[in-house]
């Protein structure tokens, strides 16, 4: 008795979670072929706060093409991968063998680097939006990853070290993804304009930070850059506030990734394009996020597909479409210039932000 | 169909695994949850051997089952000094051990970037490039996997793994030098689920180590506890239903700003009935 | 100390059915002895300096009051506990302990008070656990249970299991339990037995079960170590008696002598 009454009482409570369906696009009024942009994002678990922000900034681009006179309509599906490569495999054969989806979308270079290949076999275009990524050579002749390039980055941050006359940077990174290659890369150009750096890399189980802040502080150095996702990135900042580190001395890349942005009120944050303040905005109302971590990237890649299928013969031609993307790849983005380089990587802007009550505020790019 | 097949292989990868474990754990009674620490030494050793050393997929194989024998000789001997729940805990620290080596060895497994481009298997001039070809070689290694499973289980040392779970000083007495007992399956167990682990690189074509986590142990445990512990067909039914369950809630027509968040809560309930109405699994035939 | 003696019977002892053996008159060598022999449990000696022998080829009556060590001994002499001094000696051969992984080579087989079983396995396995082969490769090779068989099949009648064979031990009544434990035994085809409380809690037709089994041991000339506080049942199916009082020897010799010893009764019978 008491068992049924349990499983009744579970299924009442996921009935009463059930909401509304809501109209994810227009709807086809005009009867158009469809066209499925397929997504394989993060939406639940550690970086399901980017993956949503990337969703909700591909979903952005296809409302706002949708009002001009398009020859299809466009249907986004999107599909949770957890940012696990053998959820992403199943995921992404999902889209393109069930949904029949005409391309895919994903995030990050390692989960990119497994749509890639199964992309390219079913001759379906991939976009992958990413960050800073030194070796982002496209996997596979269907894939286009963008993201700004570590030269494009490193210049960032020196402008803004130089800004605050930084002359001792320590360098705090996760051993995950390109966060550890990379910060270590940083610090040794930063060395070579005469700054004085130290690196120190970190599993993503350490979750404490205090004696190696102090130990850097005993030494002299004052400003931390950090190169975190959460809970590493959240539990960090706590303890750099713990250890006297005001916010201007700290220097963040990936890090404003929490729905609480007021945790960066006054910290340089770099990387994650999130677009003009007028889009941020957009996305914040429309879509009740507070977080627009990497939307511009996903809007600006989906509305660059959109443009290829809009103008090609035949949209199921892939070398159609990729001829297309490499004559218009190079234009003006939401995420600043892009550019197709000779790799197939597109390289758009660095973004550098603080945030005042919350609120992204631009320092630069 | 081709769906399908792709995830049928994730199925039969998993049910390697599964089968593997439910060796240790069910027919020995050692909670290990190291399970993932061999599964992706065996998966680098394919993804290293093929990409770097330029071997075949077979013979990967063969060195990522030396490679898991051999740790798996050493760290047996000291997990045996442990039972019960310090046994698991100890495993435990293997799989972040492993998973740490993994994620730091850069020059070896190119850490948290990854090992990319990995091939698949060939058989004289014959690639198993195909989805089809690919499932029926994993097949061909999921039926051998429970063909040894049920010899062992009704082999005379199969008797005494069961008997020493419960009660090892009483299988002593039977005249059982249970400590080699114990290391051989565990020792097999590891050489095994490496097996899983090549399959595995082979079919992705990328491995990182965010794959081998603990939790990919505790993942595996979930499988054979719901399937049912000590039982062959318990281990396939639970990787069927544990790989299965999340793709088909992504046919359940929610609404999209939710059904990502919904799929788990339905995933994780579905879980709980099925521990409230069958808590020794589905078919077990060994209780904790 | 009344009901003690009305328990024991110690006056009105049965002379019923014995198991059809003419008693010896000498006693042949030990089979088994310990020679001061030791253990402690938290600075209590359970067995105390401790020199006794068991005979070979003869039913010994193990007796003594709770807490006088006997389960310790037989514990010590299958290799479930280690004695902190003193030596055993099993067939001539010296040894400071026994090694429970031993027991097989050197022939012995026991039952346990508290009824220990393999719960969640099957009658038959429980059965076969104790003779299928204990060489490892061997033993991963073994799969066919034929060499067992007809013996299997023997004690299972033996010991009423037929049809209870493909259960698993947890799922048997309390009389099958200490059944299937005797089965155990029996399967193993030892030279030594030591039964530890074989009878206790059991029915009279299943009492009656148990002591045919040993009957049968003892016609085969097996040597039968019985741990019981039932006196008539230990006149009639022991040979010899040994009385052990807060780990000490207290008596040892033919039944009808150590029952009347002025010391055994005082002590252990109470009177």
């Given amino acids: ?365 | ?288 | 100390m009344k009901k003690v003696k009305d328990i024991l019977n110690f006056n009105k002892l049965q002379s019923g059915m014995t198991c059809d053996i003419t008693p010896p008159t000498s006693y042949g060598l030990d089979i088994i002895s310990v020679k001061h022999l030791t253990k402690q449990f938290m600075g209590i000696k359970a067995i105390d300096d401790l020199t006794v022998g068991i005979p070979q080829a003869m039913t010994v009556g193990l007796i003594g009051g709770n807490g006088s060590g006997k389960t310790t001994l037989v514990n010590i002499l299958t290799g479930m506990l280690r004695p902190e001094a003193g030596e055993i000696t099993v067939r001539d051969k010296k040894r400071t302990h026994i090694k429970s992984a031993e027991l097989r080579k050197y022939r012995i087989a026991r039952t346990f008070q508290d009824g220990r079983l393999i719960e969640q396995m099957s009658v038959e396995d429980n059965l076969l656990l104790p003779v299928t082969e204990n060489d490892l490769i061997d033993s991963i090779k073994e799969v066919s249970i034929s060499d067992y068989k007809d013996r299997l099949e023997k004690v299972l009648e033996m010991t009423s299991l037929i049809p209870h064979r493909k259960k698993n031990a947890e799922e048997l009544s309390y009389g099958l339990r200490k059944l299937l434990e005797v089965g155990r035994v029996l399967m193993q085809d030892a030279d030594i037995y030591f039964f530890d409380e074989p009878f206790s809690g059991l029915f009279p037709e299943i009492v009656e079960q148990v002591c045919e089994i040993i009957c049968g041991l003892q016609r085969q000339g097996k040597t039968i170590v019985i741990i019981e506080h039932n006196m008539s049942l230990i006149r009639r199916l022991c040979d010899y008696i040994i009385v052990l009082n807060h780990g000490k020897l207290l008596a040892e010799g033919k039944p009808e002598d150590v029952l009347q010893n002025k010391a055994v009764q005082e002590s252990y019978l109470g009177m």
């Fill in chain 2, 1 to 288: 169909m081709e769906y399908l097949i792709n995830l049928a292989i994730l199925f039969g990868i998993y049910s390697m695994l599964a089968l593997s474990l439910n060796m240790l754990i069910g027919m020995g009674g050692l909670v290990s949850l190291a399970q993932a620490a061999f599964y992706g030494i065996g998966a680098y050793a394919t993804a290293i051997g093929m990409t770097s050393l330029g071997f075949g997929f077979f013979t990967t194989i063969i060195l990522g089952i030396i490679i898991n024998a051999v740790i798996a000789f050493v760290v047996g001997k000291i997990l045996a000094r442990f039972q019960g729940d310090y046994y698991a805990i100890v495993s435990a620290g293997l799989s972040i051990i492993v998973f740490s080596i993994l994620q730091n060895w850069k020059s070896v497994t190119h850490g948290p970037l990854g090992i990319f481009g990995i091939g698949k298997p060939e058989i004289g001039s014959y690639a198993f490039y195909s989805n089809t070809a690919f499932l029926g070689l994993v097949a061909v290694f999921t039926v051998a996997l429970y063909v040894l499973y049920q010899w062992i289980n009704k082999s005379s040392f199969g008797r005494v793994l069961k008997a020493l779970r419960e009660d090892e000083k009483l299988t002593q007495s039977m005249g059982y030098k249970t400590k080699h007992y114990k290391s051989v399956i565990f020792v097999l167990s590891a050489a095994l689920s490496g097996i899983a682990g090549a399959f595995f690189a082979s079919y992705i074509a990328f491995i990182d180590p965010s794959s081998f986590q603990l939790k990919e142990g505790i993942f595996l445990f979930t499988i054979i506890i719901v399937g049912g512990l000590s039982s062959a067909l318990g281990s396939i039914v639970g990787a069927l239903i544990l790989i299965s369950l999340p793709e088909v809630l992504r046919f359940i027509g929610l609404p999209y700003e939710t059904a990502a968040q919904l799929q788990q809560m339905i995933y994780g309930a579905m879980l709980l009935l099925m521990m409230i109405f069958k808590p020794q699994g589905l078919f077990g035939k060994y209780r904790m």
């Fill in chain 1, 1 to 365: 008795m008491k068992k049924w009454l349990l499983t009744l009482c579970m299924v009442l409570a996921l009935a009463a979670c059930k909401e509304e369906k809501k109209e994810e696009t227009q709807a086809n009024a005009d009867n158009k072929p469809v066209i499925k942009i397929g997504a394989v994002l993060p939406l639940t678990g550690d970086n399901s706060v980017v993956g949503t922000a990337v969703k909700f900034g591909a979903l952005a681009a296809i409302e706002d093409k949708a009002k001009g006179n398009l020859k299809y309509h466009y249907e986004a599906v999107f599909e949770d991968n957890q940012q696990q490569p053998a959820k992403t495999a199943t995921a992404t054969n999902k889209l393109i063998m069930m949904d029949k989806a005409n391309m895919v979308l994903s995030f990050t270079t390692g989960i990119g680097r497994v749509v890639a290949p199964l992309a390219e076999n079913a001759k379906i275009l991939h976009m992958c939006s990413t960050l800073e990524d030194e070796n982002a050579t496209p996997m596979g002749k269907t894939s286009f990853f963008q993201g700004p390039t570590l030269q494009t980055y490193r210049q960032l941050v020196f402008k803004a070290l130089q800004q605050e006359k930084v002359s001792k940077l320590a360098l705090l990174a996760a051993n995950v993804g390109v966060a550890c290659s990379g910060t270590e890369k940083l610090a040794e150009a930063l060395k070579a304009k005469g700054m004085e750096t130290k690196v120190e890399c970190f599993n993503p189980s350490d979750l404490d930070f205090r004696f190696v802040i102090q130990k850097y502080q005993a030494q002299g150095f004052n400003h931390f850059y950090i190169q975190f996702w959460p809970p590493q990135s959240n539990i960090l900042l706590r303890q750099l506030s713990e250890n006297n580190v005001t916010p201007n001395h700290i220097f963040g890349s990936g890090i404003d990734v929490d729905t609480d942005t007021s945790l960066y009120n006054g910290i340089h944050c770099f990387g994650g394009n999130s677009g003009t303040p007028e889009f941020i905005n957009r996305l914040m109302e429309e879509y009740h996020i507070n977080n627009v971590y990497m939307a511009a990237s996903a809007y600006d890649l989906i509305s660059l597909a959109i443009d290829a299928f809009e103008n090609v013969e035949d949209v199921n031609n892939i070398d159609e479409i990729l001829a297309y993307i490499k004559a218009y790849a190079t234009r003006k983005c939401l995420s600043g210039d892009c550019k197709l380089l000779n790799n197939g990587f597109i390289a758009n802007k660095a973004e550098w932000r603080t945030y005042k009550d919350g609120k992204p505020v631009f320092l630069g790019d």
